[in-house]
């Protein structure tokens, strides 16, 4: 554009006075000309940009839903966003940004309870639970609620999120992630970087990246304002993972695996992002 | 007679109407994020003025249900959101234009008198350049909640990973209402925007469209008098 100045000023100076004459009365037509000249290119430029932009949109709005896998729910455009905007904000993760505690009279008395997907049978009994680690060589460790209990007691009182937008201080106890991993070998195990876990009935799964289940932070726990956990809120083990949405806290923890792909995740399969990061 | 007067530059106007979208979708899947706990409301002395929102108001835009839908629209819309607004404020910073933006020392004492002006109420405006002194502003103020929203909305999104700039905004719950309120100042601005738009009238509007504005010319400097050289109106053309 400046090039093109340029050239007009030489045009300008070099021509001759007839030519300027000539020029001039031109100008002095085009005037309007030139104003019409502008609204027009800029009007239509507008109207070809807005056009384009709700083409644009109503693409976006209408994308074709995402293949059903690890993730479901989702239209497709959206779901690469989610991903990739995850992995950049991973970036910023690190297990040593501890999550805010408080003292005990700031919690909560009644901890919200907001579902019960995966633990609502009638049918189930505390005393034959047994947590079960599934090893990748198919060895299986099986727990009860005592071996955990006789693990370090770590105690967390800090601000539950949920995906909804509330939040509640809430004081749970339990054994870290970390710790039960050191206690029963299963160093071999967290060399992958997918931890996955469900409920006894397999209705309600998630899905971990390992560095976050190894935050210093992540307990399975068994105590709630320094009782034992209520039904409702997934007796008798349930995790507490204060670096990811409320979502991702599944109640009462059947089995645990380790995997090199991303397990099944509830909610990531209903539109969710399947990180869930806080 | 009528000349061609430049007003806004092609970044600004590009920028503005860029922002207009991506804001309505910001807000829009906001919404959609927001239904999912909508506590917030207006209550003095125990009396509810506003609940945020009615339901009338939920089913009319089709909000209900919606959260991971908002969500993932929020976390890709909110990139455009945050570009757009470096781009214009590095624009704005390094072109000079601040210096018609930013109030100065008089603008607020000024901009009593604008409103005084708008309310028909006086006769007279203060002496303006390109913007009076309450556009001044409130076009300054838009880009300090711009800026405001990307940073209450990084602490709410990530509390635990920023947990410095979610301390900065006053906690996660106030960062929440920061966040929302920003928002309810944007939709506050556009009425008043487009009421001021729709009073400045065509030439107005135009030139955020077109980039200039036509202003009658005292026949000071007629183009007689400068044959040879360029008239103002000829190297401003080529610059679009």
């Not at chain 1, 007839?18 to 009007?43: A, C, D, P, V, Y």
């Not at chain 2, 635990?160 to 209402?177: D, E, K, M, S, T």
């Not at chain 2, 309810?184 to 030139?207: E, K, P």
């Amino acid at each position: 554009m400046v090039k093109l100045k340029k050239i007009s000023f030489k045009r300008d100076n070099t021509n001759s006075m007839k030519n300027l004459k000539f020029k001039k009365q031109k100008k002095e037509l085009t005037i309007n000309q030139k104003i019409n000249r502008r609204n027009f290119i800029s009007f239509s430029a507008f109207f070809a940009l807005s056009s384009a932009a709700a083409v644009g949109w109503k693409w976006l709005y209408n994308s074709p839903q995402e293949s059903t896998g690890v993730t479901a729910g989702a239209h497709k455009p959206l779901r690469r966003a989610l991903n990739k905007t995850e992995l950049f904000f991973r970036n910023f993760y690190s297990n040593n940004h501890l999550v805010k505690t408080y003292s005990k009279d700031r919690a909560a008395k009644n901890i919200r309870v907001n579902s019960d997907i995966g633990i609502d049978d009638e049918g189930f009994n505390v005393e034959t639970w047994r947590l079960e680690i599934k090893k990748n060589n198919g060895q299986v460790v099986r727990l009860t609620i005592d071996d955990i209990k006789a693990l370090p007691k770590t105690e967390l009182i800090f601000d539950f999120k949920c995906v909804e937008g509330w939040d509640q201080i809430q004081h749970w106890a339990g054994v870290k992630f970390i710790d039960l991993i050191g206690h029963f070998k299963l160093e071999d195990q967290i060399t992958m970087p997918y931890v996955g876990m469900e409920t006894p009935n397999g209705e309600y799964y998630v899905g971990l990246d390992t560095e976050s289940a190894l935050h210093p932070q992540t307990i399975l726990a068994y105590e709630m304002n320094d009782k034992p956990i209520s039904n409702v809120h997934g007796a008798p083990l349930r995790l507490i993972i204060p670096v990811k949405y409320g979502i991702k806290n599944l109640k009462r923890i059947g089995t645990i695996s380790f995997s090199d792909k991303r397990p099944k995740d509830y909610w990531a399969e209903r539109g969710y992002d399947y990180y869930s990061g806080l | 007679m009528k000349v061609i007067k430049e007003k806004h530059s092609f970044l600004m106007r590009w920028t503005h109407w860029v922002n207009f979208p991506i804001l309505t979708i910001m807000i829009w899947s906001g919404m959609l994020i927001y239904w999912a706990n909508d506590a917030y409301n207006i209550t003095i002395f125990g009396f509810t003025f506003i609940a945020f929102f009615p339901e009338w108001f939920y089913k009319f835009l089709n909000i209900p249900h919606h959260l991971a839908e908002g969500m993932a629209f929020h976390f890709l819309f909110m990139w455009f959101f945050t570009i757009n607004g470096i781009l214009y404020v590095f624009y704005t910073l390094f072109s000079g234009q601040w210096k018609e933006l930013m109030p100065k020392k008089n603008s607020f004492k000024e901009a009593w008198l604008v409103l005084l002006h708008d309310l028909h109420i006086r006769r007279t405006l203060p002496p303006q350049n390109k913007y009076n002194a309450a556009q001044r502003i409130a076009y300054t103020a838009i880009i300090f909640m711009g800026f405001g929203s990307v940073v209450t909305g990084l602490a709410i999104y990530k509390p635990v990973q920023f947990y410095w700039l979610c301390w900065l905004c006053g906690g996660y719950n106030f960062a929440r209402i920061l966040h929302f309120t920003l928002t309810m100042g944007y939709v506050f601005f556009f009425m008043i925007h487009i009421f001021q738009v729709l009073m400045a009238g065509w030439n107005n509007f135009r030139s955020v469209i077109s980039g200039f504005e036509l202003v009658e010319q005292q026949p000071l400097i007629t183009p007689e008098k400068q044959p040879g050289s360029n008239s103002p109106a000829d190297g401003k053309i080529e610059e679009n």
